[in-house]
């Protein structure tokens, strides 16, 4: 059966029981906003959106379970860089009508699997017939403590920059599968002083620039240290993109307590000191190869 | 200049400085993630998304500024249909390469004009490229307090259904103009026990029919008391859509009341009563025509 023969509010009427709905929410999915409980005291309201494009961040063919995976963990990924805690996602799908509603059910299952692994519900969402390809933009609710909230901006000349797991080959396979560093950053934040943190969505040459930027500093980084998958080059690591890592910084006073404590908590996942942040001087900063930048062309 | 030229971080660079920044918010757009103060105490949290998606919901060639505008303001309609108080708002932007610098910056003038009026911050956002048509998902946190909060669910038989403003023909020109009925809205739910509310974004036809299912209630509607827009007739008023008109269910002990405050107060906006609602019973229901359902084809 094809969405144009179903119909949105059949399709949501088959879609919506199956989504998660957790004590704190009033009204969830089906009505015209989700209403849900306020985060308490002491906490900031954490929101992102973010989407996925056929043809741009999945290919044609690919398995909806995936897709819905990914349209997921990208904006938890975001989650992971603030060290927030997500609670709340709405979905908006738009679709051609020719869209088989299996392939809709899968992406739900998909979406619904990744919000359950950190708890997350989806509170609701709106659907639109397209043109054009199927796009997912997943739009996350949540809190961070104001003692654990990280940003981009408060990287200091000096400090040790460090990545999580390995970088490069991402495309293959990794980039619809990927586990968001949530639990990772949540208790870097709760151990450690991190002056600033992101995730690495486009690759390093292009966010690792923009963490420096919003810090107001420079960066090095020794390529030969750059933790690799199997199989990637220096280049991939550097411009494919894709990777979900974490990339923060923090002060080298910190660095063997946190190299020893890290390897005992997630002794299966390798953390890296790729280089560090230095003072602002245009020429320092070394040229990284371009990461995948939306809209860009190559240079 | 084309977007494929400019790329993301210096259209971003170009757009962030103009959207607005409230003192609730701790970190807004340019980070992984939006942070801003927390809903203060009695108060729900409440989120919307929506899209709109160029061939279906404005056409090729319709200015930038009236698309961005829709854009907000669309799920600011669904915030009146809660008589929640919009507070944030992330913009997803799916645009093709070939896409002009200046369109999107018409859009975002748009966009951040209709947030403005309700005083609503534009807190961050994602930027993707797409091979299909553009496409704006926008999404809106905010509040409601817990006595003020209405949803679709409270109707009773016996409550009488009242409309604002006008119906029909609102596809040649206020579909990109309209200004959702928020301050209405909040009117009312501080004034009176509204049972049941929705925003007319699909036509009566559709949208009356999820009320009433949302209520388990029936519903009859005077065809001949419809407030039709001058033009239009009345199966446009129930098909139609786009209206963005508030819909809801109160009890008949305060029809008078209602009716003489809401003359005083909106003198400008009509309001009228178009039926009431029923004992759940399929054969009691009238068979509207279609409103504009999305993926549905013509019955």
Redesign the interface.
Known sequence: MK???????R?LGQLLPNLLSGRTI??GP???????????RG?????????V?E???FLQGRKAFNVGWKAMMRPLS??A??S?VPQ?A???L?AP?QTKVAWVKQLYRGLGRAANRFGVSI???????????I?I?T?V?G??EKDC?V???GGKAGDDLFVTGRLGGALKRKHLQFIPRITESRWLTKNFSIHAM??LSDGLGADLP?LAR?SKVGFKVQMENLPLTRGARISDAISEGEDYELLFAISPRDRSRLQQRWAKKFPDLPLTRIGSLSQLSTKDNQLLSRGY?????PG
């Open positions: 969405l144009g023969e179903l119909g949105e509010d399709l009033a009204i089906g009505d015209d906003c989700a209403v849900v409980e306020r985060p308490n906490r900031l309201l954490v929101l992102k959106t973010d989407c494009v043809g741009v961040h975001d989650f860089a603030t927030a709340f709405l979905i908006t738009m009508e509170v609701g969402g709106e659907t639109s017939s397209t043109p054009g390809p796009a933009s739009s609710a809190f961070v909230w940003s981009r901006r992101m995730d923009r919003a930048v939306h809209f860009q062309q």
